[in-house]
Nanobody, 116 residues
């Protein structure tokens, strides 16, 4: 069974850093695309960054957050620097098996809380 194992969330103060990790398990092949979304209660889930053929970072976090993949393409990291209270959200790992719609999987989500 396909499983996305997320880790690295927690509580930090503004200005500090965190690295989130997501590992895809149970796949016959490496996902074509992996990345991270985030969601605040009462608001629409938004893309943070994804890594596939190209790497995309949301304008709201560009310059502070970095997306990277391992050589086997089964792990995606989100390095979050200079965290702000506005970054507080549930961060959700995402994968897509191919470079086309379908074959998608979402993680359970992990909490990131940034205090002032």
């Amino acid at each position: 069974q396909v499983q996305l194992v997320e880790s690295g969330g927690g509580l930090v103060q503004a200005g500090e850093s965190l690295t989130l990790s997501c590992v895809a398990r149970g796949l016959a092949r490496s996902p074509a695309v992996m990345g991270w979304y985030r969601q605040v209660p009462g608001k629409t889930r938004e893309l943070v960054g994804v890594s596939g053929t190209f790497t995309t970072i949301a304008d709201s976090v560009k310059g502070r957050f970095t997306i990277s993949r391992d050589s086997a393409k089964t792990t995606v990291w989100l390095r979050m620097n200079t965290l702000q209270p506005a970054d507080t959200a549930v961060y959700i790992c995402y994968m897509r098996l191919m470079n086309r719609p379908g074959g998608e999987k979402w993680g359970q989500g992990i909490q990131v809380t940034v205090s002032s």
